[in-house]
Each structure stands twice: as C-alpha cells, then as structure tokens.
C-alpha cells in the first residue's frame, strides 16, 4: 500500500486522541476509566460526541456530568462514586478501561510491575494494581505513547493484564468477560481480530508504513496488505479537542510525532 501523511494541520497526537476515543464508541452507559493524557481527552472527546452516555469521574469518588477541560474543575456533580462501588462496576462489567503497558506480548499479556525476574527484579514498576481484575471483569483497552521492541516483547517478564492465551488456558470463569478491544500507539491502532488471538495491525496512523511497525515491534505481527488508514479528526473534533478539553496542548507532551 502506498503510504499516506496526514493533513498538514493535524498532529500525530489529535490522531492518537480519536483512536483512544473511538474505544469508548458505541459503549453505552458504562464508566470510561482512562489512564494517561491522550486517553483521557479521547474519553473526554468520545463523551461530547459519539457517546453521550458515558460516565466520566473527577479521578477522584465523584461522577460529573460536564466535560472539563483537562486540568479545570468540574462544575457539575451526577453522583458519588467512592472506592468500594468503584470496585462493584469492575466485577460487574459496566466499565472500560484504558491502561498503559510497560510490557505487552503478542497474545495481550501487559506488565507494568516488574522489568526482569521478578524474584530479583533489574527495574521496579508500578506493581500489579487492578490490572488482574481489569482484564477478568471489564474491557481493558491499552495507551502506549512510544511504540517499541521494549514494549512489545516476546515474553512479559511478569503477567500482570491477562491476556487471551492465559484467559483461555484457565477456562470459562476467565474468558467470560475478558476482552481486550484495542492498544493504541503513536504509530498503529492494533486488535487482536485473529483466529488465534494474537495481535495484528488494525489500522496504521498517517506517515506511518508497515515496515515501520514492524521495526519496532518484537514479535511477528500480522499487518494486511490492506490495511486502513487511522482516520483523522474532522473540524468540529479537532475544535473540540484544541480549545475545549485541551487548550493548553497537553497532548503534544505525551505524543510528540
């Protein structure tokens, strides 16, 4: 496929937003729960246009019914939302999360604990929080701002999201609600819409060839010689995203293509 550049007044960044709000598209009255700036202007983004009915929080135990821009103060309280029944909606299944990945394998094992063995670990992470219960309970979609090979690894050093391979080999209690809709990165939108369950290339960004992915990815990964272009925010998501969720242009210190 012949490679394509975005237009010249969109950024890579703006791109990246509307793949991470296009996680949310369709989800109905469900908690976004994003992780990360980029991810949280999407949620933000995909509130204000294709899905009206998601709940967004403070990032704290209150539920607001206005759309901030990031770092403002919400206006608008809908609800209470402290930490106990904040873990009722994960076991239930009505919310999705975006989370990063230090480490994520081919099958959407994700690491964010431990770099090395984790007896003796060379680097210490975040731990494994609530990755577990993220990804046997609700839709876990990952951010990762740098596509690299010390992302994308053959082996995670520690599961800490599970992926479909383990989901499969523990049986029916874990794959019920596991899924794992999207990884989105500063190069592709990946899924892992394969007969295995492995990941593949869902859509490339703008100036960004397969090769390219492929350089920077530590496994083999399936790419169709037709795969789509990521598409680009139309005017009145680009309007929404510079001067009312992120006027300040947070989102160029996350994604810096």
Known sequence: MSERTATPDVTRAEICVLACAEAWRGAGEILASPMGT?????????????????????????????????????????????????????????????????????????????IGDWKQPTRQLLGVRGAPVNTLNNPTSYWVPKHSTRVFVA????????????????????????????????????????PDRSLRVASLHPGVSAARVREVTGFPLAIADDVPYTREPTAAELHLIREVIDPTGLRDREVRA
């Open 38 to 114: 980029v991810p949280a202007i999407g949620a933000r983004l995909a509130k204000l246009t294709f899905a009206p009915d998601l709940l967004l929080t403070d990032g704290e135990a209150l539920l607001i019914a206005d759309v901030p821009a990031l770092g403002a103060k919400s206006e608008v309280t809908e609800g209470w939302l402290p930490y106990r029944q904040h873990l009722a909606m994960v076991t239930g299944g009505k919310r999705h999360v975006m989370m990063g990945a230090s480490q994520i394998d081919r099958y959407g094992n994700q690491n964010i604990s431990c």
């Open 155 to 194: 082996q995670v050093d520690m599961v800490c999201g599970v992926g479909y391979d383990r989901a499969a080999a523990a049986g029916p209690s874990a794959t019920r609600f596991h899924r794992i809709p999207r990884v989105v990165t500063d190069l592709a939108v990946l899924d892992f819409e394969t």
